[in-house]
């Protein structure tokens, strides 16, 4: 369980949600069901917690459900608990079993999907449904569960003819069931999904991209553990053909996804478990994914940055980088609320974020937070590559010490406008091993 109870106390103080990696730090969310609903991005984890110790709870210690939705492209709007464990209508109270839910639009209304354990303990996990005009909720909860659905994970495809899809399962097979109109019963006995590689899977989701469906599930290899792989197909009930991995096992306890379109580009949501230490106390994260001519998928690997653009007046968390040389990452520790820092920077060490959104060209100054120990050099923040546009020169002033931080302020050299990739270039004067520790920069 490595160190997960000292990174509580961590998560307890971090009070921001960016769109680097992971995307929340004030919870541990998992299994994030990524929609773009009348072009905005929201996001239906589930939550996980550390067992009170007062309950028998089981190691997924997963309560309720938080919803979240992308704010001015850079900031994760957390709306609240959507749905406590012991409001559902028809599940077993304090099971902490609110495992990963899902949420579709048809017509004007919301539909929420989530497994619980149910009250009538007639199996592991039932899926429930509740309806909103909004897609924040708040929702209003069915009596009953979907009669004849058995399993976890609901994964919901809206199809163009306005067809509605219920995939779920986790085993050796995985099911699908298509929705009657009323959205909360099933048309049929739900089918096993054909054509899907043996092994144990889970997490269904399924998309449709230019006619093809992408059914893409948690798989797990005995070798190798959780991936995220996929199958095409030409119907939503399948059979479809199983075309390999999106993501590799990144030394997860389980992986579970979702893919959307948002903005223009394709997006993976997946979780990790960066913050806590502990696979069972997880971060979502998500990450951009690339589809070939062939319409096969670029395998994703996890980076730190994620996506997201902050823009004039929020924090660029340097630390969050697409490329690092000569320098490294870790903690903050002193007078600062808790994150990360970029640290350990020597000589012409640098760091490249992308996307930064200089907007309309408005910000004319650039703040930094940094500690430093000596004097002895300066940093540099240059446009596309190490060698590019200088446009803003930061000396490095002594702090009162490594661990104290201070907030410098220098103007911006030249008009830089849209989005842009920055690197920050490190200088030593005296070949000193250590310039700065950078913590974040921010356009005025
Ligand atoms: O989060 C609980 C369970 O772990 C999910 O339902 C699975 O997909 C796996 O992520």
């Given at each position: 369980m490595k160190n997960y109870k000292i990174l509580l106390v961590f998560l307890g103080i971090i009070q921001a949600n960016f769109a680097q990696n992971p995307l929340v730090t004030d919870l541990f969310t998992a299994d994030p069901t990524a929609r773009v609903f009348d072009g905005k991005l929201y996001v239906y984890p589930s939550h996980d917690i550390v067992p009170p110790e007062e309950v028998k709870a089981p190691k997924f210690c997963m309560p309720d459900y938080h919803i979240f939705s992308l704010e001015n492209g850079n900031t994760w709007k957390d709306h609240g608990v959507v749905l406590d464990q012991n409001e559902v209508p028809w599940g077993k109270k304090n099971s902490f079993g609110m495992w990963a839910p899902d949420c579709i639009k048809k017509g004007d209304t919301y539909y929420y999907y989530y497994p619980a354990k149910p009250e009538d303990e007639s199996t592991f996990r039932r899926i429930g449904v509740g309806t909103s005009k909004s897609p924040v909720g708040p929702f209003k909860w069915d009596k009953n569960y979907i009669k004849g659905v058995s399993g976890i994970d609901p994964g919901l495809l809206l199809d163009d003819d306005n067809k509605a899809y219920l995939y779920f399962g986790g085993g050796q097979e995985l099911f699908v069931a298509p929705l009657k109109e009323n959205m909360n019963e099933i048309t049929q006995k739900p089918i096993k999904i054909e054509g899907l590689p043996a092994g144990y899977k889970e997490g269904s989701f399924c998309f449709k991209k230019e006619g093809v469906y992408y059914f893409t599930f948690a798989h797990v290899f005995p070798n190798e553990g959780y991936t995220i792989g996929y199958a095409t197909g030409d119907n939503p009930l399948g059979p479809f053909v199983y075309q390999g991995k999106i993501m590799d096992n990144i030394n997860n306890g389980t992986n579970h996804h979702s893919v959307v379109n948002y903005d223009g580009k394709w997006i993976l949501f997946y979780h990790y478990w960066q913050v806590s230490g502990?696979?069972?106390?997880r971060s979502m994260s998500a990450d951009y994914i690339e589809f070939k001519k062939d319409g096969t998928i670029k395998k994703v690997k996890p980076t730190l940055r994620g996506i997201g653009y902050p823009t004039i007046?929020?924090?660029?968390?340097?630390?969050?980088?697409n490329e690092i040389n000569n320098a490294n990452t870790a903690f903050v520790g002193g007078n600062e609320p808790l994150g990360w820092m970029v640290c350990d920077t020597k000589m012409m060490s640098d760091v490249k974020f992308n996307n930064v959104n200089f907007g309309d060209g408005s910000a004319t100054k650039m703040e930094a937070r940094i500690s430093c120990g000596q004097r002895i050099g300066h940093f540099e923040i240059h446009l596309g590559k190490a060698k590019g546009k200088l446009i803003a020169d930061f000396p490095v002033k002594y702090?009162?010490?490594?661990n104290t931080w201070q907030t410098i302020e220098t103007s911006l050299l030249e008009k830089v406008t849209g989005k842009q990739n920055i690197v920050v270039v490190f200088i030593s004067d005296w070949g000193a091993e250590k310039v700065v520790n950078l913590n974040w920069l921010k356009l005025k």
């Open positions: 502990y696979n069972k106390l007046g929020e924090k660029i968390q340097v630390d969050r980088y702090t009162g010490g490594w």
